[in-house]
């Protein structure tokens, strides 16, 4: 079981910047993948960025150049940098977690609860 919270969303004005971080409940080495999706109202959850435990990290790409995730590994800690924040990043953030046992070669996907980012003047 993994358990994520995620904390920093909040209200920022257009071109400023906002940084989310995601609490992981266990060690983030063992987690294969971690990283962050958005929802908007209506719609599917889509790919924000992802990183790998290599470190190889994967943007979407009207996130390239504007967001970076990273992670901080003492902490256990994932975090995603937003700059030059736009409306239409206006969404509830998700961390995302998984895991691949070693044992049975099973996927297992665990989501935060989310925290809402609005980009407004």
């Known amino acids: 079981q993994v358990q994520l919270v995620e904390s920093g969303g909040g209200l920022v004005q257009p071109g400023g910047s906002l940084r989310l971080s995601c609490a992981v409940s266990r060690s983030i080495f063992s987690i294969n993948t971690m990283g962050w999706y958005r929802q908007f109202p209506g719609k599917e959850r889509e790919l924000v960025a992802t990183?790998?435990?290599?470190?190889?990290?994967n943007y979407a790409d009207s996130m390239k150049g504007r967001f970076t995730i990273s992670r901080d590994n003492a902490k256990n800690t994932v975090y995603l940098q937003m700059t030059s924040l736009k409306p239409e990043d206006t969404a509830v953030y998700y961390c995302?977690?998984?895991?691949?046992?070693?044992?049975?070669?099973?996927?297992?996907?665990?989501w935060g609860a989310g925290t809402q980012v609005t980009v407004s003047s």
């Open positions: 995302y977690a998984k895991v691949i046992s070693s044992l049975s070669g099973s996927a297992y996907d665990y």
């Open positions: 990183m790998r435990a290599s470190g190889s990290t």
